[in-house]
């Protein structure tokens, strides 16, 4: 219906898939490599190189493409309107590009003598590490992309509120302006990190930054982009997942709180990723973990509605008995196996995040390889996956061209679920054991890891063979996609993408909820309730090199 729309979602598709074929190749080289499986590929000082690029490629790139041309889509679609600005569309995407070949060759310059720039910081890229200042320009253009794609989103909104002003915000209109609201608070810290601290470091402007300080505005950003990854997700498995099941949304009402939740609690929850960092005060990590806990409440709601959602979808189907229905779903869709298998890997992945966020217990899994095995669940497989899976569905409607290959496309989910069991439990278990995370050559002379059963050899053995699993499934996926991107019959393909309401409609959810104002308002109060004095203090004791760098008296006085 809206062809400018269309082509731009195909060649965001086109950069992420690009982005996850390359990251993917350097994560089974690492699968290969730490294992001691195969060290042929890459010289064990290339491997920060590899990592990073591994990281920003998949958790990056391949994410904010995906995002940026899914949410396009589910804007024009639920509002039956073209998007605001054609020209704002293709400045987000142009930025989001230039961003990525500025970062790509920033990081693979790292591997060759061709070009004098590296990278080696690794997806998290705070200081003390330091990359050239093309990568941290690069990684800026990407956000500010995206917030570009952003403000696009709510103009076409705004401009489709002119003509429906009691109308309630369809629902996927909803969930993507809730995310990048959720997306605009969470990025003030990482954007105050790159433009005030790291660009003018890494250009020689000042001689040193406050790792604490560059840390803690990292993890601002570092944890609510976790929820960026996941609440696409959601939106999948919410609005598309049932009508694959043959049903419809249990309740309107209920993913409106789950998404308003997510915007209220993601950010103020950075410090638990800095539980062993001195200089935050204990009080202030408790919170965090309070806070972190809380969240699981929008996630068991999620698992509450969406299976519901698929029930009702297999007794529509003919399915019957306790759990017998199970068998009526339609394991065949390629979309509709990858979106459920992938929910399925995020509930282990919330089990295991349950460990990473108790204050305590996190000092015994803490940067070893448990840490990898929990996110390959939650953005490696739940976002990965399921955005894998809606583009069997997907890349048919933008394309006109019916899914090529379609028995690999069945297949891949599976192999791809089959791979991740290995890799991710496997890693779970050499954490637990000790095993760091981030290390070429993880095993030292005379020491051995002990593990409560099985052995570190069958470990390793478990994690190169998923991670050979998990590349296979990716070229499978990235050969149904060429196939059908390439496909000759083009343009003429009608599919059915009208979604069903949902049982309990949006008339039955309470209008407060649409008050996208308040809730952003009380997410920023939370924000400055959870980080206003502990950021103060590190403020207080000097910008750029704690302890002597003096801030403005007027700022020393306020600050006591
Ligand atoms: C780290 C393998 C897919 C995100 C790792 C590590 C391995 C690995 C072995 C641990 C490296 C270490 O700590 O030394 C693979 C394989 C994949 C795959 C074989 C599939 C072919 C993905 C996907 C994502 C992802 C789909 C996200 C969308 C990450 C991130 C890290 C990581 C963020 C951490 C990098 C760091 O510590 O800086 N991966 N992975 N991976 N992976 Fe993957």
């Known amino acids: 219906r809206y062809p400018f729309e269309s082509r731009m979602v195909r060649y965001c598709f086109a950069v992420a898939f690009l982005a996850l074929g390359a990251g993917g190749l350097f994560g089974v080289i690492q699968a290969l490599h730490r294992t001691g499986i195969y060290r042929g590929f890459i010289a064990n000082q290339d491997y920060y190189t590899i990592l990073t690029g591994h990281g920003v490629l998949l958790v990056l790139v391949f994410t904010t493409f995906?995002?940026?041309?899914?949410?396009?889509?589910?804007?024009?679609?639920?509002?039956?309107?073209?998007?605001?600005?054609?020209?704002?569309?293709?400045?987000?995407?142009?930025?989001?590009?230039?961003?990525?070949?500025?970062?790509?060759?920033?990081?693979?310059?790292?591997?060759?003598?061709?070009?004098?720039?590296?990278?080696?910081?690794?997806?998290?890229?705070?200081?003390?590490?330091?990359?050239?200042?093309?990568?941290?320009?690069?990684?800026?253009?990407?956000?500010?992309?995206?917030?570009?794609?952003?403000?696009?989103?709510?103009?076409?909104?705004?401009?489709?509120?002119?003509?429906?002003?009691?109308?309630?915000?369809?629902?996927?209109?909803?969930?993507?302006?809730?995310?990048?609201?959720?997306?605009?608070?969470?990025?003030?810290?990482?954007?105050?990190?790159?433009?005030?601290?790291?660009?003018?470091?890494?250009?020689?402007?000042?001689?040193?930054?406050?790792?604490?300080?560059?840390?803690?505005?990292?993890?601002?950003?570092?944890?609510?982009?976790?929820?960026?990854?996941?609440?696409?997700?959601?939106?999948?498995?919410?609005?598309?997942?049932?009508?694959?099941?043959?049903?419809?949304?249990?309740?309107?009402?209920?993913?409106?709180?789950?998404?308003?939740?997510?915007?209220?609690?993601?950010?103020?929850?950075?410090?638990?990723?800095?539980?062993?960092?001195?200089?935050?005060?204990?009080?202030?990590?408790?919170?965090?973990?309070?806070?972190?806990?809380?969240?699981?409440?929008?996630?068991?709601?999620?698992?509450?509605?969406?299976?519901?959602?698929?029930?009702?979808?297999?007794?529509?189907?003919?399915?019957?008995?306790?759990?017998?229905?199970?068998?009526?779903?339609?394991?065949?869709?390629?979309?509709?196996?990858?979106?459920?298998?992938?929910?399925?890997?995020?509930?282990?992945?919330?089990?295991?995040?349950?460990?990473?966020?108790?204050?305590?217990?996190?000092?015994?899994?803490?940067?070893?390889?448990?840490?990898?095995?929990?996110?390959?669940?939650?953005?490696?497989?739940?976002?990965?996956?399921?955005?894998?899976?809606?583009?069997?569905?997907?890349?048919?409607q933008v394309t006109g061209r019916p899914l090529g290959l379609r028995s690999w496309a069945s297949a891949q989910p599976f192999v791809w679920f089959i791979g991740m069991v290995l890799m991710s439990n496997a890693m779970h278990r050499a954490g637990l054991a000790g095993v760091p995370r981030r290390t070429a050559v993880p095993q030292y002379e005379g020491f051995e890891y002990v593990s409560a059963y099985g052995s570190y050899a069958e470990m390793r053995i478990q994690i190169a063979l998923g991670g050979v699993l998990l590349f296979v499934s990716l070229l499978m996926f990235l050969a149904v996609m060429w196939d059908t991107y390439m496909n000759p019959k083009g343009g003429r393909l009608t599919v059915n993408s009208e979604l069903p309401a949902a049982l309990s409609g949006p008339e039955a959810s309470p209008k407060v909820l649409d008050n996208l104002w308040l809730w952003a308002g009380i997410a920023v109060l939370l924000v400055v309730l959870a980080y206003g004095l502990p950021l103060a203090s590190l403020v207080g004791d000097g910008l750029f090199d704690p302890g002597s760098a003096p801030v403005p008296a007027w700022l020393a006085g306020l600050l006591g």
């Open 66 to 396: 995906f995002i940026a041309g899914l949410f396009l889509w589910a804007v024009t679609d639920s509002l039956d309107t073209p998007v605001a600005s054609e020209w704002t569309t293709k400045l987000w995407f142009r930025l989001m590009l230039l961003g990525t070949l500025l970062a790509g060759t920033a990081i693979l310059g790292g591997l060759t003598d061709l070009v004098p720039v590296s990278a080696d910081v690794l997806f998290t890229f705070y200081a003390p590490l330091a990359a050239h200042p093309i990568f941290y320009i690069g990684a800026a253009l990407i956000i500010v992309g995206s917030w570009v794609a952003g403000i696009n989103y709510f103009r076409t909104f705004f401009s489709w509120r002119q003509d429906n002003a009691d109308a309630r915000i369809p629902l996927r209109t909803f969930m993507v302006l809730v995310t990048m609201l959720m997306w605009f608070i969470a990025t003030m810290g990482v954007a105050v990190e790159v433009v005030f601290f790291l660009i003018p470091w890494s250009l020689g402007l000042i001689s040193q930054v406050d790792p604490l300080l560059t840390r803690t505005l990292f993890w601002f950003f570092g944890h609510p982009v976790v929820y960026f990854w996941l609440m696409p997700a959601y939106l999948v498995w919410y609005t598309i997942l049932p009508k694959l099941a043959g049903g419809r949304l249990f309740s309107d009402g209920l993913a409106r709180i789950v998404f308003v939740l997510f915007l209220l609690l993601s950010t103020p929850v950075g410090f638990h990723h800095q539980y062993v960092d001195p200089g935050i005060p204990e009080g202030f990590k408790f919170v965090a973990m309070t806070n972190t806990m809380f969240l699981l409440l929008p996630s068991l709601l999620t698992a509450f509605t969406v299976v519901a959602s698929i029930e009702h979808g297999a007794r529509q189907r003919g399915g019957t008995g306790l759990l017998g229905w199970l068998k009526a779903l339609p394991w065949d869709n390629p979309a509709f196996s990858a979106s459920a298998l992938a929910g399925l890997m995020f509930a282990a992945g919330g089990f295991s995040g349950m460990i990473n966020a108790g204050m305590n217990i996190n000092y015994l899994v803490h940067n070893t390889l448990w840490v990898p095995g929990h996110f390959h669940l939650t953005v490696g497989t739940a976002a990965a996956l399921t955005f894998m899976g809606i583009s069997y569905w997907l890349v048919p």
